[in-house]
């Protein structure tokens, strides 16, 4: 199973972003219940939780610093998964992370939990 993200880029402080990442392999139609979320980095901290996304049940998680900010979504037809991002700070400048976890449990917001990384994509946010 690969993960590709995409769309991210320079953008000035309140604007937004949208964020893809797309779903593929051979072994990935093995897997019908699973979880996506989103992750970033930024330049001299560890990697956080932004948001997650159940495939096949309702279910959408946020970080504190982002509800109300970004929205997570997906196309089942198109195994992609989407971060609108508005309202953007400079404190979300940061390179972000698609991931996938096969095998959801209770716990949406540590990195260990997932199985398959994308190779990241990076928001940069001038105030």
């Known amino acids: 199973v690969q993960l590709q993200a995409s769309g991210g880029g320079l953008v000035q402080s309140g604007g937004s972003l949208r964020l893809s990442c797309v779903v593929s392999?051979?072994?990935?139609?093995?897997?019908?219940?699973?979880?996506m979320g989103w992750f970033r980095q930024a330049p001299g901290k560890e990697r956080e939780f932004v948001a997650a996304?159940?495939?096949?049940?309702?279910?959408?998680y946020y970080a504190d610093s982002v509800k109300g900010r970004f929205t997570i979504s997906k196309d089942n037809a198109d195994y992609s998964v989407y971060l609108q991002m508005s309202s953007l700070i400079a404190e979300d400048t940061a390179v972000y992370y698609c991931?996938?976890?096969?095998?959801?449990?209770?716990?949406?917001?540590?990195?260990?939990?997932?199985?398959?990384w994308g190779q990241g994509t990076e928001v940069t946010v001038s105030s």
């Open positions: 991931a996938a976890d096969f095998s959801p449990g209770t716990v949406v917001d540590r990195s260990t939990e997932y199985d398959t």
């Open positions: 996304i159940n495939w096949s049940r309702s279910g959408q």
């Open positions: 392999g051979r072994t990935f139609s093995r897997y019908s219940n699973y979880r």
